[in-house]
């Protein structure tokens, strides 16, 4: 038989570990979400409050002031696009159909720009990951065909490459390609990452083949098997895929910093790191700038939590 | 008989060719991204690693000379040096750091554990660029509060010009560095720990094992395999730390927080030295491979 005493004793310790580590775990998470709490105060403190030598934990008065430097600190047009002139090169003579046209946008404050910049980038890389990745897990999982091995071993191996490795070779690409200085070289990498292929094939596996076949021998095309029976299936999938895109290609900093340089081109992570080498002391400037950055993305990851958590997991399994 | 066979031979190579086909069509967006993207450029940087490459002019084979530069390049040395001492910190911390923080709040009621899950990821969600730059303030030499606080309880007499200091700035990027690294790691440990078998740990407790037995002996084997995934990609995610480098100290102060990462991006984009910084990358990926190929040893032994 067990000594009662011994019992008391034991649930005693289990206990005063467990409330020990409550307390650790919220004072960590204190510290974790500091940063975050002096980014958003920053933003709404006067230049004193900023300068204090004894920090101010509390705005006494919120102001816009550094709101409307960062809006007035540099301006750029809403959106700017061009269509080519159509050219026509034929028996040793171009013939030139009409001329470029250039469509600008009124002028705006820039980090507007930038954030315009930011979303079209992250929901482009995003919608465009899905749509490849779904179509690509879907076969690499269900379909047997020649050379399937050695695109899942390439796939593998890349995603487990350190990215920046690539980014020299990338960027003389794009310059031939004459995308340079465009978002496109910044999204297209993100399109050709692995990652998503890699998730949504081990999706795609926990589908039962049978219903595959099914719609098979009830005489749908593979388009049509692909598009009313798998990719609904794979919603969640597809669904922690998008989340996860749009979140790793918002914060993609080394990309964006070596293939955008014009100030229209500018995406806010990096436009916030310009204002910060040309004013590295105006804090209150800078917080606001990083709010602006943050902010949105940080409420895109709280609504959408539950499908981001279970792409990092189902990316792990067998990883 | 023999007929037939053939017949039917050829009919499952023509259904083999038509599956083949569907799936290259299925697969050919993708591919086109993937290839061109990344394959080729991948090649391409261990094409240009042998040549000496630079903007605007034709790239001049040199066979093995960037390798043998680098070689001797003392400041290469000093940043394989900090890229080591960032690793081989930041990744044991991390690895341990999120395995006490993911098996306290495992045991907290399910709000509590996914509140405390977005809260340690907050760091990695909010941006490396934001993270920096209020990094930046709170280090500060004259309006920091590490050096407020640090008077305050009488932990340091005069202001620290953190990261200024060749003593103090690489201490402080791997700080900064684990607060954003935990967050993936509590994840995976968090949803390790719940797919453990629970009708074994309750065997164990039942024999009168004692938690720590119970976490040790039951909970951590069958977690092997999360861990090994972490220490994976924790150590990937330590040594392409640049965005912290760049922003706050650009490998100084005397290249005391220079890394590999940075000065290949240093060479690449200040010097345009892109043969250079090739070689430098190649070196990196090997690097990168033969720590995730020990990591993977270590782990299936055990």
Same mark, same amino acid.
């Given at each position: 038989m067990k000594n009662p005493e011994r019992l008391d004793n034991k649930l005693n310790g289990e206990k005063i570990y467990s409330i020990f580590s409550y307390v650790v775990v919220i004072i960590f998470a204190f510290l974790f979400t500091f940063p975050l709490y002096w980014i958003i105060t920053g933003t709404f403190k006067t230049k004193v409050e900023i300068l204090? $030598?004894? #920090? =101010? /934990? /509390? #705005?006494?008065e919120w102001v816009l002031t550094n709101i409307e430097n960062l809006m007035s600190k540099r301006s750029a047009p809403l959106f700017d696009f061009t269509i080519p002139a159509l050219k026509i090169s034929a028996f040793g003579y171009v013939f030139k159909l009409g001329s470029a046209i250039t469509i600008t946008g009124p002028t705006v404050p820039a980090a507007i720009r930038w954030l315009v910049n930011t979303v079209f980038m992250s929901v482009t890389s995003m919608l465009l990951t899905c749509l490849t990745a779904a179509m690509a897990g879907y076969v690499l999982a269900k379909k047997r065909f020649w050379g399937k091995t050695l695109i899942f071993t390439l796939v593998v191996c890349a995603m487990a490459l #350190? *990215?920046? =490795? &690539?980014l020299i070779p990338l960027v003389r690409e794009m310059s031939a390609l004459n +995308? %340079?200085? $465009? &978002?496109w070289a910044v999204i297209f990498p993100i399109v050709g990452w692995p990652f998503g292929v890699f998730l949504l094939k081990q999706f795609a596996e926990g589908i039962p083949t049978e219903m595959v076949e099914a719609c098979r021998i009830d005489g749908a095309s593979e388009w049509r098997t692909f598009t009313d029976v798998m990719f609904p299936m794979i919603k969640p999938g597809v669904g922690a895929c998008a989340i996860f895109t749009f979140i790793n290609s918002w914060n993609d900093y080394f990309m964006q910093l070596i293939m955008l340089t014009s100030t229209k081109n500018l995406t806010i992570s990096l436009g916030i790191a310009t204002m910060q080498a040309e004013n590295a002391t105006d804090f209150g400037l800078l917080m606001a700038g990083s709010a602006l950055a943050s902010v949105p993305i940080i409420i895109v990851f709280l609504i959408f939590q539950k499908y981001f958590t279970k792409g990092i997991t189902m990316g792990a399994v067998k990883g | 008989m023999a007929n037939k066979n053939i017949v039917l031979n050829m009919k499952s190579r023509k259904l083999m060719m038509r599956e083949t086909v569907t799936s290259y069509l299925f697969l050919t967006p993708f591919l086109l991204f993937f290839v061109g993207f990344v394959i080729y450029p991948m090649f391409m940087c261990i094409r240009t690693s042998f040549f000496e490459s630079t903007l605007g002019e034709k790239d001049v084979f040199i066979g093995l000379e960037n390798y043998r530069t680098l070689y001797n390049d003392p400041v290469f040395w000093k940043a394989l040096k900090n890229t080591m001492i960032i690793v081989f910190v930041s990744v044991p911390v991390t690895c341990a750091f999120s395995l006490w923080v993911a098996s306290a709040i495992a045991k907290m009621p399910v709000i509590a554990t996914s509140a405390f899950r977005c809260i340690f990821y907050l760091p990695v969600v909010t941006g490396s660029v934001a993270v920096t730059v209020v990094w930046k303030w709170m280090y500060n030499? %004259? %309006?920091? &509060?590490f050096n407020f606080l640090g008077k305050e309880m009488g932990l340091i007499e005069k202001n620290i010009n953190w990261l200024g200091d060749e003593k103090y700035a690489l201490w402080c990027i791997i700080l900064i560095l684990l607060t954003t690294s935990v967050g993936q790691p509590i994840v995976l440990y968090v949803s390790a720990l719940d797919n453990v078998d629970k009708s074994l740990v309750e065997a164990a407790e039942v024999d009168g094992a004692t938690p720590m037995q119970a976490f040790w002996k039951i909970k951590w084997p069958q977690m092997m395999p999360t861990t090994l995934y972490i220490l994976v990609i924790t150590t990937i995610n330590s040594f392409q730390c640049f965005a912290l480098i760049q922003l706050l100290t650009a490998g100084g102060p005397n290249n005391s927080t220079m890394t590999i990462m940075y000065y290949i991006y240093y060479n690449a984009? *200040? +010097? %345009?030295k892109y043969g250079y910084g090739n070689a430098m990358g190649v070196i990196l990926a090997i690097i990168i491979a033969i720590l995730s190929a020990v990591q993977f040893k270590l782990g299936e032994e055990k």
């Open positions: 204090a $030598t004894e #920090p =101010v /934990w /509390w #705005p006494s #350190p *990215k920046q =490795v &690539i +995308l %340079y200085d $465009t &978002i | 030499n %004259y %309006y920091g &509060i984009f *200040k +010097l %345009y």
